[in-house]
């Protein structure tokens, strides 16, 4: 089989180029998927309590707006429901192939296209757009012993339902976004709770609240109203970026927002310390969450302040010694994002995978095509993630890059040249010039350089090994759409047919 466009992975940035592409005009493409179901992150975590941390109105598509979203921050439930129905509603489930997981992607030279590999069949396309998710593949640590625990093992973004907590004594590894969501819901089942923290992270008060059957009816009724509150969540978000990239030293109004939430919650000073951040406000994600610091301090919880070292049977060794017995362990560790799998499984026409081209770091231009590789477009791409507004903002401005690509490589292909035939595209291909893409990347990292994430005296999963900060994208989401309005075709070079 052949197709235009294939697009791998059916979260947010799947299922977005999917209506994308639809609206451009090109049908010929499919949506592979390696789950059973559509929904990426909102499908895969379904931890107890988790829930988004940017409002539903700004964590949404703009092109689907959902007038009914139950509360500020919608839970995992809504979101996977809003995403089946974006699915069922722009007509996308015919292009959608579930239970394909891309395991090769291979550019042919001469016939300028993809030969893909998948767990339900082989087939080729022009383009490929990989939207695979920054956030889809769990991370877990090399514990020595683990192998050997007695008990049930799991990671947050596959949670073990079939396994009952109630009763046991459970450790937690980590406190970022998800643990910080799920530790306030298990501990009121757990007999014993230990939660094993490498570096706390700073967490200001959660504004949620049900959005009540007023606002609900007005913003079904008056649709301006539900685009104004969009713009407003928007606009104070966007605020705050200037701070993270250029000015950290203005976080610290928000430093003290977050230490002022710490005191009040936390009486014992012991335990205040040890919860208290060293590092700039922003430079990890900052979370939200009104019942983090309550669970804590529960009788039957305790907080040990190292990482896990080992793992003796049934007993856990924190790096400072300390010791806990436990039943089942949840690792709230984050995922893989510096090393994204995909990028393992793509060969160009030279036989180099893209993790091969990224050996030094991972570089895009405008955050969407790699150099010496063809046709090749990655939604959430390097340096495209945000730490303070909706990354939904950042994958609509690669929607409208992707829809220009196409009509270039459309434009190109027709009539043009040899193997070009009238009304025929796909005849040519686009690939980034790697001075265009050395130089984007050379501006990135200048402005990185003052930035919260980078000067901030944290490490985070937004540094790679190397400690190149390859993840965020260091300006406003208005840059961002700005610099992906149009495809500059100075920027690339164009391969044809023969
Ligand atoms: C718990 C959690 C909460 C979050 N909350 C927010 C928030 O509040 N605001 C925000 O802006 N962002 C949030 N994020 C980030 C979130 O990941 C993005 O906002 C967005 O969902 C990413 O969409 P995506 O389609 O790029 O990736 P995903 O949703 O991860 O989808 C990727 C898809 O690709 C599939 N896939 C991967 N590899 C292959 C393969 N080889 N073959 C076939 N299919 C493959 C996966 O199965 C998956 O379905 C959160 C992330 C997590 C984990």
Redesign the pocket.
């Known amino acids: 089989m052949h197709v235009r466009v294939a697009v791998?992975?059916?979260?947010?940035?799947?299922?977005?180029a999917a209506v994308c592409l639809r609206r451009a005009g090109v049908t010929d493409f499919v949506v592979?998927?390696?789950?059973g179901a559509?929904?990426?992150?909102?499908?895969?975590?379904t931890?107890p309590g988790?829930?988004?941390?940017?409002p539903s109105h700004l964590?949404s598509f703009s092109f689907a707006p959902h007038p009914r979203w139950p509360r500020n921050?919608a839970r995992?439930p809504h979101i996977l429901a809003y995403l089946e129905w974006v699915a069922d509603t722009y007509g996308l489930r015919p292009h959608i192939r579930l239970d394909?997981?891309?395991?090769s992607a291979r550019w042919d030279d001469d016939a300028l296209r993809w030969a893909i590999g998948?767990s339900s069949g082989d087939l080729t396309a022009d383009v490929i757009v990989a939207?695979?998710?920054?956030?889809?593949?769990p991370a877990l640590p090399e514990v020595p012993g683990l192998d050997h625990f007695p008990g049930r093992v799991f990671h947050?973004?596959r949670w073990d339902h079939g396994h009952r907590l109630r009763g046991r004594r459970v450790a937690v590894v980590g406190t970022g976004?998800?643990a910080v969501?799920f530790v306030p819901e298990i501990e009121r089942e757990v007999t014993e709770l230990t939660v094993f923290q490498r570096t706390p992270p700073w967490v200001i008060p959660r504004a949620d609240r049900a959005i009540s059957d007023a606002e609900r009816w007005m913003h079904g009724r008056f649709p301006f109203t539900r685009a104004l509150r969009r713009h407003l969540l928007r606009g104070v978000r966007e605020t705050h970026g200037g701070a993270f990239t250029g000015h950290p030293d203005l976080m610290r109004a928000l430093e003290g927002l977050a230490r002022v939430h710490l005191r009040r919650s936390v009486r014992d000073p012991a335990l205040r310390r040890a919860l208290t951040p060293d590092y700039r406000i922003g430079c990890k994600r900052i979370l939200l969450s009104n019942d983090w610091y309550p669970a804590l301090q529960k009788p039957h919880v305790r907080l040990v302040a190292a990482g896990l070292r080992e793992v003796r049977g049934s007993t856990l060794v924190a790096a400072d010694g300390r010791e806990a017995e436990a039943d089942t362990i949840v690792f709230g560790t984050g995922?893989r994002v510096t090393d994204v799998?995909?990028a393992h499984?793509v060969t160009n026409g030279a036989g180099l995978t893209l993790a091969e081209e990224w050996r030094e770091g991972m570089a895009a231009l405008r955050g969407t095509t790699a150099a010496g590789f063809p046709n090749f477009l990655t939604?959430?791409g390097p340096n495209t993630g945000?730490g303070h507004?909706?990354?939904?903002l950042i994958?609509e401005a690669q929607l409208q890059y992707l829809a220009h690509y196409m009509e270039t490589l459309d434009a190109l292909g027709k009539g043009a040249g040899p193997g070009g035939r009238s009304g025929e595209p796909g005849r040519a291909a686009l690939t980034p010039r790697r001075e265009a893409v050395a130089a984007w990347n050379a501006r990135l990292q200048r402005r990185l350089a003052r930035s919260v994430w980078n000067s901030g005296g944290c490490d985070s999963w937004y540094l790679d090994s190397r400690g190149r900060n390859t993840t965020i994208w260091p300006g406003s989401t208005g840059e961002f759409a700005r610099s992906t309005r149009t495809l500059d075709l100075s920027e690339y070079e164009v391969l044809r047919h023969g």
């Open positions: 791998i992975g059916a979260g947010f940035g799947g299922l977005g592979l998927e390696r789950a559509v929904g990426g992150t909102w499908r895969d975590n931890y988790c829930a988004c941390d940017v964590y921050f995992q394909s997981e891309v395991k998948t939207a695979t998710g920054p956030l889809s593949e947050s973004a976004a998800s969501q995922f799998p995909i499984r939604i959430i945000l507004t909706s990354m939904i994958i």
